[in-house]
């Protein structure tokens, strides 16, 4: 989806960065729509505003997209039945600026010379607005304000005469990170941007196929894990099997390192790596960076889970629950009204006063982005009673602009774009505060430091090291919706 860093207000309960999408595609299942809708199920941390299912049934493809979640939407018999066929692909989004309308939900379907084809999406391209300016200029017509479309009209008038030479004509123009599905009549295609930013994996069911952003989407139906799809590898499966193509110039992977800390689920195995196992070595890297005395370990739950626990076992000191959350309360019922959002965190999370008081602390999170969640959560454990709260983050500052499909604010608006770490201590109202270094994330994730002429991952958002191009951001902001009466020049 196209992205421009997010200037909307964050609501007071949900001051992370935001993995945009999520993807699923299934070749060779009878029950191919309901598997997508389980899998898509999975997915849904990745995305929370709109889910869309395609299926092919042989004969013709079958839509059905809707704004909130899987399990609202691909909830009924009925609606399943409306998507037959043996393979099917789908969506979950999460919108970054402005509303989220159901043309801009995917897959999003076109027709071809060579036929249907829907195209689900998760990244962000980089020069998708220059290309599409261009596109425009040469009589398209767009019908959604995401980057997405820009592939379908590369791929549109290519001049190639096979669908998978049209895709490689088509992302051979385009920059930036992106793991695709896409469904023809024929065919399930799969392909990962170059460096591998986003991640896609690859699984069996039975005789059949299935494509996923994550291991966690195959663990649901009960599919095994194949493998992850390569770095600028395509993934063709057919009536045939899995075919495999490296079409664009090798280039040294940069996978996005913020997906182990936050994105991905912890049950997920992404690039060999257990997101779990690695949530829990950042804790026991922050441990031994900038251990303090304290009486107990406490996570702002759930994403400070994993951490705390490695923390709690390097540093001996006992894990707590000391701020419990309520899991019944949803976006839906936080985002409509300012009635409700003064309340604030206590809406998702509440001290655990009992276990509290009189304690000095360790509280952990996975990240500070604004410091709004932070500076709250910080005041709630002070009135339960803690004698004294220290905030460790199980991440280097996020202090850049994410361009690659995550949803952050502009960095003047993050807390550690505006403040040093002394300073954001004082804003947030903590005894002290300490990040991960980014050598310890490094090692979190199995190797020896960062080396800093060719990073082994995407860290951008803690490091600047942008390893895409940013060719539309050069240009001046980005109009959300492109007028076709009206052209930026
Ligand atoms: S900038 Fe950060 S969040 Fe974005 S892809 Fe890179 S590591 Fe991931």
Redesign the pocket.
């Known amino acids: 989806m196209r992205h421009e860093p997010s200037s909307s207000p964050t609501t007071d309960d949900d001051d992370h960065?935001h993995e945009e999408c999520g993807i699923f595609g299934i070749f060779g299942n009878a029950d191919a729509a309901a598997m997508a809708a389980l899998g898509l199920h999975a997915l849904q941390h990745r995305g929370q505003e709109a889910a869309g299912i395609v299926s092919f049934d042989d004969r013709h493809f079958h839509t059905h997209r809707a704004l909130g979640l899987v399990g609202d939407n691909f909830n009924s018999e009925a609606v399943i039945n409306r998507l037959p066929g043996a393979r099917a692909i789908g969506h979950v989004r999460y919108s970054t600026t402005g509303e989220t309308i159901l043309r801009n939900v995917q897959p999003l379907f076109a027709d071809f010379a060579f036929g249907g084809m829907a195209i689900a999406h998760n990244g962000n391209l980089t020069n998708a607005y220059r290309i599409r300016r261009a596109l425009v200029r040469q009589g398209c017509i767009f019908q959604s304000t995401s980057d997405t479309e820009t592939i379908n009209h590369l791929i549109a008038i290519s001049h190639y005469s096979t669908v998978v030479d049209r895709m490689i004509d088509a992302l051979r123009q385009l920059e930036g990170?992106y793991s695709l599905i896409a469904l023809t009549q024929r065919k399930l295609i799969g392909v990962r941007d170059p460096l591998g930013?986003r991640p896609l994996v690859l699984g069996r069911l039975g005789d059949g196929y299935i494509l996923a952003s994550e291991t966690c989407a195959l663990d649901i139906i009960g599919a095994t894990f194949m493998r992850d799809v390569d770095p600028g590898e395509i993934v063709i499966i057919d009536a045939d099997g899995v075919h495999s193509i490296k079409p664009f110039a090798k280039q040294a992977s940069r996978f996005?390192?913020?997906?182990y800390i936050y994105f991905a689920r912890p049950d997920s195995t992404l690039e060999g790596e257990n997101v779990y196992q690695v949530r829990k070595a950042i804790g026991a890297e922050l441990a031994r960076e900038s251990h303090v005395a304290a009486d107990m370990v406490v996570p702002v739950p759930d994403s400070g889970v994993p951490a705390s626990i490695g923390y709690a076992e390097q540093s001996g000191v006992p894990f707590e629950l000391g701020i419990i959350r309520n899991h019944y309360v949803g976006r839906t019922f936080i985002e409509p009204t300012d009635n409700i959002r003064h309340l604030g965190v206590k809406l998702k999370h509440n001290a655990n006063a009992a276990r509290l008081k009189g304690k000095r602390i360790v509280l952990i999170d996975d990240s500070i982005v604004r410091g709004t969640t932070s500076m709250k959560i910080v005041e709630m454990v002070r009135s339960a009673g803690a004698a004294e709260v220290h905030m460790r983050i199980s991440s280097p500052p996020t202090a850049?602009s994410?361009?690659?499909?995550?949803d952050?604010p502009a960095s003047d608006e993050l807390l550690a774009g505006r403040m040093n770490v002394a300073a954001m201590a004082k804003h947030i109202g903590v005894d002290s505060l300490a990040f991960l270094s980014l050598d310890g994330l490094y090692r979190a994730v199995g190797k020896t430091k960062r080396e800093s002429a060719a990073p082994q991952?995407?860290?951008?958002?803690?490091s600047g090291d942008?390893p895409i191009r940013l060719t539309d951001q050069e240009e001046g902001p980005i109009p959300e919706q492109l007028s076709l009466l009206t052209e930026r020049e």
């Open positions: 960065p990170a930013v996005c390192i913020f997906e850049h994410c361009f690659y499909g995550i952050t991952y995407c860290d951008a958002c803690f942008y």
